[in-house]
């Protein structure tokens, strides 16, 4: 637990950046057949924020070249409108990073641009692939050199290698060759091309605006766009789009369904509907209900962490029937930088971001609902600022189970080592962040509630259930690339 006391605050806000919600993983956005294809894009990426908020990228297509431009940063900082007005073509794909893999470097940020026989090839990827190790153990065996750290790179030097003589031959070949999650888009001069993991760990949809399609990983950058739905991409699915036409491949032998829960429980925006369009929101506070039913308490009232926690709280709430109070109100401005004056302030870092509503916790008896806890470093601050206002009593409430293992699929987290679930049993991780008590989801209650999705799911980061098991660690040697000195090329602009 840091109290920001004898570090700047620089060192403590970065210190809540990794421990706390800033590792979303990848967004995906792409569009085939508008004529302001980058605008669209860049919309896109906007609502996608949340998925990634390290880097930005959008490349385009006349059908002749591509047009990239990438940058570390958030999106409305990494594009201007005459970034986006050079941005040519009626086809674009975008994407937002976090590294899950790679470091955290603009050469890592996507889309992953490349020259082959067959023209121009830029990819967009979400998720993690599992066997990139010994991959790019063998290609650079045989001589390939990479450019990158990203997952994304061996996918494009295996689409490079491949004899099969159609470009759609030759990505299937690449990415039938690959472990792991994956959603991609992937942009050739003249097509666009949707695909999802056999298993389905991430989410793709595609939508209509007008004639244009749309791919996207979720919802919420349809409904900024106006675009309608129109089904999602099936795990397994390769979807080419060109000449306006759609064609539907299933190349993969079928296999079980294992969409990311963590998707439902945390990542995901609450607006957007995943998986034949069932709302995130909903779910969330359904398993606010059913959490309330596995672990009552007796309380004056329920407060989310905020934003993570809301909508569990309000389903908690509604199902003990105890008032709902947003007592803890978040900065959401907060930025990477700012000035801390001279004499450090205690828990600067934590009350840059939340602050306790004095007045309505004081003698207060409080449930405090979150979605998840991680190495615990978020509820070790939030309980203290609750007693510090002056709550009697605080009982934390968690929507999802004990996180007990680190997630292969592309959600940065931390190793088994570094999870407060993984070294502690509940009562003593009540103890650690000070709470009266400490009540978790059941997995029984979390897999009771996904049914009613219809789908399967993957929930290894709780069941340490792998559905693919992982080729890290098998002795491969991993990619070491140099780095350099001075990260100047987070201000270069890439353009081709
Ligand atoms: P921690 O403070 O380490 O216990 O992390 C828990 C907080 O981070 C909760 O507020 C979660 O909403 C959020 N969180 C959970 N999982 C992740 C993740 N993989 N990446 C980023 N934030 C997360």
Redesign the pocket.
Known sequence: MSDGTNRSAFDALAEERT??????ECGVFGIYNHEEASHIAYLGLYALQHRGQESAGICTSDEQSHFVHRSMGLVADVFEKSTLNKLYGQHAVGHVRYSTAGESLLRNAQPFCAATDDGPVSIAHNGNLVNVASLRHELQKQGTIFSSSADSEVIVHLLARSRESSLEGRLIDAISRVTGAFSLIVLTADSLIAARDPHGFRPLSLARLDDAWVVASESCAMDLIGATFVRDVEPGEVVVIRDGELTSLHPFASTKESFCI?EYI?FARPDSNLLDQQNVYAFRKELGRVLCREYPAEADMVVP?LD??TAAALGYAEEAGIPYETALIRNHYVQRTFIEPAQSIRHFGVKVKHNAVTGILRGKRVILV??????????IKIVTMLRNAGAQEVHVRVSSPP?MGP?HYG???PDSEEL?AHRNTPEEICKIIGADSLGYLSIAGLRNAAQELKHNFCDACFSLEYPVQSEDGNGIPQLSLFRPVVEADVRSEDRS
């Open positions: 421990a706390d919600h800033f590792h979303d963590f945390y962490v993570s926690g979150e979605d998840s806890i991680v190495r615990g470093t978020t509820l996180t997630c959600i940065d987290t407060i």
